[in-house]
Structure formats: structure tokens, C-alpha cells
């Protein structure tokens, strides 16, 4: 399930060479806060799976009803809760009122002072002073920022605070709802070879139902629980120096954390030890009870990426394949850059040739096609681009008539057809003159530098062999027919 984190791509070069945060509960914590019905449902039908809640209990559990706690048709119990709810109507900002993110936020500062005094003897135990805890109150309560440090408050004022603003929250750090939970999780307990109950604790399924439970604990009382068990934690590592075990902690706080409201200990005379007994566990246990268990984990994730229709499929096999070396937008990268390098590879081959062909057209010999070959060339010196034709292929020439009449007109008429065929062609190109009528100006006698005067008149002097010819040519025609 840790797969989906299990690589990065990171496009700016200034991170790269940062850490990686990485929170395997990334998808459970947006279900959480996207779709708590549906991630209710989910934590709850596994919670019942491991333990047994009948339909009253589940309904208290799942806030439909209201909790039925012990003592509460008790007389004696309903005039102490009245009493304190007298009590409470004096109420500050952050003591007595209901947990919230900025009530948590000024109590982390007294968390937080007693992580670095932790081997005061008895801390927790050993009250401090009024005096300078009523102080500390009021600040807290104003919101002014303490200066813990400046050497005024003792670690146990600072400590007696701590358990009195638990003290005074409307409920239980656990809530009222999860009262009967918490009793059936102390009653898991291992199965022998035959099937029967043990008075072994089940450990693995205790932590796992309280994983369960805090899943779905309010926002704020998940956050402070989380806090105070790390404390609580911390210390009872330092009992050698503080002498406060793990047990010794869970009878100071048990009361805050997971007793039911203005309660006596006589209301609780069956459950008391099983509630001292499970913050216990849960102090010693702190810091594998805030993950999730890893089905919740994968049915989170398949829930997001099993919910897009087009793109579900090829994430599960991209995020979870293990034979995957190597992501799929990275093998995209890397043929782009391969067609990238063969496209250039096959430009410089293309110029290469292209070279070659120069140098093999500039050394032939003069002619009309070395010309018609070094226009192409220059027509087409910036227009060539790789996988195009070098050089375009020839325009098919016109067919050249058979007949005898179209032989004279080659022979003595050069010049007048190649004029009337250039007025027919669509590119123009520079006049020239024929090799029938330079051999025949070299025959009269006319120099290669004859006027254009003089090579008009000698043209004019074979009009009369040509008239001749057609004369004889019509005369025989008309013999014949």
C-alpha cells in the first residue's frame, strides 16, 4: 500500500536535493475530511469485526444516541454534575470551554515546556503552586504569549495545569460515545488451543481497535490526545529520574482522559481497574496507535483511484507494480528525447549528402543540365528539411512529334519552336539558341559574336529552301491523291 509514494518527480532543480515528507495516511486523512459518512462506515464495520457492540452501544458509538453512562440515575451523581455546571458558567476562553484547534494551540506551550523538564520528581503527582498557576491560567485564558523559560513557573505548576485544563473540558479527552468501546477493548484477550477465552491480553487486536477508534475521534481531541501521550510517554521512559511509571501516569490522567464526567469512583467500582489498566496500555503503546491499520490504508486509496473511470486502471498498475523500475512519465521523457537524437542524426546524414551531390554536380561538365541542376540547388538551399526530397523531380517534357513535317520544323525551324515552346511553359527561362542553328550559322559563315542584326538576315536567307521544300511537299500530296 506504500507503493503510490514510491517515487517522485520533481521538475525544479533548486528541490531535488530536498527530503521527502512522505504520509502513508495521505488518502485515509482526505477521506476523512471529503466523506466522513462513507469513512465512518468503513472505520466502524471493522471496529465490529473485533469487537462486540450491541445495537444500543453501536447507536452511542455512532452518535445516534445519546451515551448511557454509569451513575446517571444516581441522585447524589446529578446534584455533583449541577454543582459543576454552576461552576462552570465562570468559563475563560480556553479553561472549561470546549476543545478546540486555539484552546490546543496555547496548552501545546505547557506540552511543550514539560518535554524539557521531565526528571522533576513526581512530576504530575506533586502538586505546584496556586499562586503561580492562577497566573498561568489567566495568561493562557487572554491569550498572552508566556515566556515558560524566564525561571517564574516550576514544572509542577506548569504540570497541575496540564491535568486541570483536562479536567475541566465538558467531556472525557476519549468523548462520552466511545465510553463502552474502550471497556470491550479491555476484554480482548487471546484463545487457547481449544477455542476458550485466556486471561491473556490480546495486545495485536487492542491496538488494533484503538487505531480504529481514534480514526474516528473529533479533529481536535485526536490532536491533543496524540500530544499527550507522547508526554506521557516520554516521562515514564525517565522513571528512573521522575519515578512515574507508565501505570502510575494512567491513575493521574485516567480520570481526564477516559472517565466518564463527575462521576465517583463508587459508579465505577467493576470498570475502574479495566479504565487504568487501558490508558496504560495506551501510554505505552503511543506511538503505533495514530496510524491507521494498512486495509484501511488500501481502501482509502481505492476508493480515490477506483473512482476515476478513465484513469483508474493504468494508476494501479503504474502506482502498485513492483516490477515497475522505472514511471511511466519518465519512459514518455526519455523516447522523446530518443526520437529527438534520430531526427538529428538523420538531418546531419541528409546535409551530408546533400554535400556530396553539390560537389558531384559542380564538377561535370558544362551543359544545359549542370545549369538546370545548380538552379534547383540554390531554389532550393533553405527550403530542404530532413525527410523531404533533395531535388525535385523533373517536369516530363513535351513529346516530340514524329511526323516529317515535325522533323523540317526541328531541323530548319529550331529557333521558332523553341520560342513558341517557351511561351506555353510556365517558368521562364533564359533564352538560347539551339544546336541546329548554331551548326547552320557556323555553315553560312557567321562569327560566334554576329550581331543580332545580321543573324535575323541570315535567317531570312533560309525562308527560301523552306518554301521550296513545302512546295514540293504539297505538290506531292496532291500527285498522290
Known amino acids: 500500500s506504500d507503493a503510490i509514494c514510491s517515487f517522485v518527480i520533481c521538475n525544479d532543480s533548486s528541490l531535488r536535493s530536498q527530503p521527502i515528507i512522505f504520509n502513508p495516511d495521505f488518502f485515509v486523512e482526505k477521506l476523512r475530511h471529503e466523506k466522513p459518512e462513507v469513512f465512518t462506515e468503513l472505520v466502524v464495520s471493522n471496529i465490529t469485526r473485533l469487537i462486540d457492540l450491541p445495537g444500543a452501544e453501536l447507536a452511542q458509538l455512532m452518535g445516534e444516541e445519546d451515551p448511557k453512562l454509569p451513575g446517571a440515575n444516581n441522585t447524589a451523581s446529578g446534584f455533583f454534575r449541577s454543582l459543576m455546571s454552576l461552576k462552570r458558567k465562570e468559563k475563560g476562553v480556553v479553561f472549561g470551554s470546549p476543545l478546540t484547534e486555539e484552546g490546543i494551540a496555547q496548552v501545546s506551550q505547557l506540552i511543550e515546556y514539560l518535554h524539557k523538564n521531565l526528571r522533576a520528581e513526581g512530576l504530575f503527582r506533586v502538586p505546584g503552586n496556586s499562586i503561580r498557576q492562577q497566573i498561568l491560567k489567566d495568561a493562557l485564558n487572554s491569550g498572552t504569549d508566556i515566556d515558560l523559560d524566564s525561571g517564574d513557573f516550576h514544572s509542577n505548576d506548569v504540570a497541575t495545569l496540564l491535568k486541570m485544563f483536562l479536567g475541566e473540558l465538558p467531556e472525557p479527552l476519549l468523548t462520552h460515545k466511545h465510553f463502552h468501546a474502550h471497556l470491550k477493548i479491555a476484554d480482548l484477550t487471546l484463545f487457547d488451543e481449544k477455542g476458550n477465552k485466556t486471561s491473556t491480553p490480546d495486545k495485536e487486536r487492542q491496538i488494533e481497535a484503538l487505531q480504529l477508534l481514534f480514526l474516528i475521534l ?142 558531384h554536380v559542380h564538377n561535370m561538365p558544362d551543359s544545359a543540365k549542370k545549369k538546370k541542376l545548380l538552379r534547383q540547388f540554390n531554389k532550393h538551399s533553405t527550403a530542404l528539411t530532413p525527410g523531404s526530397d533533395v531535388l525535385m523531380s523533373p517536369a516530363p517534357r513535351r513529346a516530340r512529334s514524329r511526323s516529317f513535317s515535325g522533323l523540317i520544323k526541328r531541323k530548319v525551324l529550331g529557333t521558332p519552336v523553341i520560342l513558341e515552346r517557351k511561351s506555353r511553359d510556365a517558368t521562364p527561362e533564359p533564352e538560347r539558341v539551339s544546336k541546329e542553328n548554331i551548326h547552320l550559322l557556323q555553315k553560312c559563315g557567321s562569327p560566334a559574336h554576329m550581331s543580332q542584326a545580321k543573324l535575323k538576315s541570315s535567317e531570312g536567307r533560309k525562308e527560301e529552301p523552306c518554301r521550296r521544300i513545302r512546295g514540293h511537299l504539297l505538290s506531292k500530296d496532291s500527285s498522290s491523291l
Not at 226 to 252: F, G, I, P, V, W
Not at 265 to 290: A, C, P, R, W, Y
Request: with cysteine.
Open 218 to 359: 473529533p479533529a481536535p481531541n485526536r490532536s491533543l490526545l496524540k500530544l499527550l501521550l507522547d508526554l506521557l510517554y516520554q516521562t515514564a521512559k525517565k522513571q528512573d529520574k521522575n519515578k512515574m511509571s507508565a501505570h502510575n501516569l494512567a491513575l493521574m490522567f485516567a480520570p481526564h482522559i477516559l472517565w466518564p464526567r463527575n462521576v465517583s469512583t463508587n459508579d465505577l467500582q467493576e470498570n475502574i481497574t479495566k479504565l487504568n489498566n487501558g490508558v496504560t496500555f495506551m501510554i505505552k503503546h503511543s506511538q503505533k496507535l495514530f496510524k491507521a491499520p494498512a486495509y484501511i490504508r488500501e481502501c482509502a486509496r481505492l476508493h480515490y483511484l477506483g473512482s476515476r473511470a478513465h484513469a483508474s486502471k493504468d494508476d494501479l498498475d503504474l502506482l502498485t507494480s513492483p516490477g515497475s523500475k522505472e514511471p511511466q512519465p519518465l519512459k514518455s521523457q526519455k523516447r522523446s528525447r530518443l526520437d529527438s537524437c534520430h531526427q538529428e542524426e538523420t538531418q546531419q546524414r541528409t546535409e551530408e549528402a546533400l554535400k556530396e551531390l553539390f560537389r
